[in-house]
């Protein structure tokens, strides 16, 4: 419990430095029960005398919060992170974070090859999913570069520039495409770091194996996501999976393959990929057609442009579907299924917006296997649709 006139406690946000650069410490706050890991050049009284002038009563640290490497008890830290670690994505999520961009206790600098660094905080895995729309920068100093001004819309250095536009970016990601392709940019120590590192939009939580495959990995996270965030994954990956799932890309697809930008609309998170846990099975309910997809089996530079045609009660109904995507989609009778997107390039904009479908074939015992994703700004195919359940394999 906690006396409310103290406030809510805040997480500190850093990446590491070095491993020459830093040093372990023994300290009574974790009751010496492991060495905190900080940088040689600062000390955790120093770090908690910026977080009182910033008005702190209480943070949450996580070398001081999750055990690490080099206590007396390295199995009870083994058993410890398979709860702690997924955790930490919960504890920037309800908790607004004071930042550290250049190391732990350190002030905050810019010169060349900072933001390139593998230990700069834009590019570690973990720090994606502690970023936040009302980050409180620590180190800040008046000459720092978050006061740099801009003039005639430009910052006085290029670096500058990359610095405040990385930083602009990175507080606006959520999940979905961007995220995926922003966590191939970045490194960890661990390589399944990067899956563990994607630590919002869950339902549960998974637990954390430091030894897991990635791909297995991968398949827990999924299983775990809400609803609409599984869709958003449904519908950015133009081709099958190749490992396992069809309908959603597999943890090297999503890291190395082109995505599409295309997310649930946040009016319509009704819509989404369910996981039943007791048949191990992922399932839809959508509005869905069936028709004839031609014009879209050839390889051509840029978006290609074909045809659906579906038989209806007035007759023969003909619409145009564009592949914004190199993936070929073979003439065939497909089932396509329908979701209402954001506009991809404007979130919030009142423009027109293309309708998304997955292309897929129907199987028996009312499954369906993904081909590929199409859109279409022709709002009539959609009044003709009917509402069905599909086990997505």
Known sequence: MMDAHL????AISHAWVD???RTAVWTPINGYEWPVPIPKDTDLNLIRIEMLNL???????DVLCLRQVGGGREDL???????????IGRVYGDLSAVCYLTGLGRPLTLKEGDLESDRSWFRRAWTLQEAAFDMTFAGDTPDGPLHAERKNGKYETELLTRFHKQLRCTCHLFFGPKALEEMRNRVSTNPVDKIAGLGMGFRWIPAYYESASLEDAWTARVNSMREFVRADLFLSCPAPGDKGS????SWDQAMTKPLLPYSIDTECLWQGIGWDDTRNEDWCDARCIEGLVRGLAVMQGGDRHGEFIVE???GIEQFKITA?????????IYTVIHFICENPNHPNSADVVPQVCVVGRSLPGGRIEKVSVVETFDEELFQITEERRFILI
């Open 77 to 87: 830290r083994t058993e410890e992170w398979k709860l702690d670690v997924p955790t």
């Open 246 to 249: 069809k309908w959603r890309p």
């Open 324 to 332: 914004a995507h190199p993936y070929l989609i073979p003439e065939d």
């Open 7 to 10: 406030g809510w406690p805040r």
């Open 55 to 61: 008005g702190l009563e209480y943070a949450w640290l």
């Open 312 to 314: 209806c009660n007035d």
């Open 19 to 21: 491993e020459k650069d």
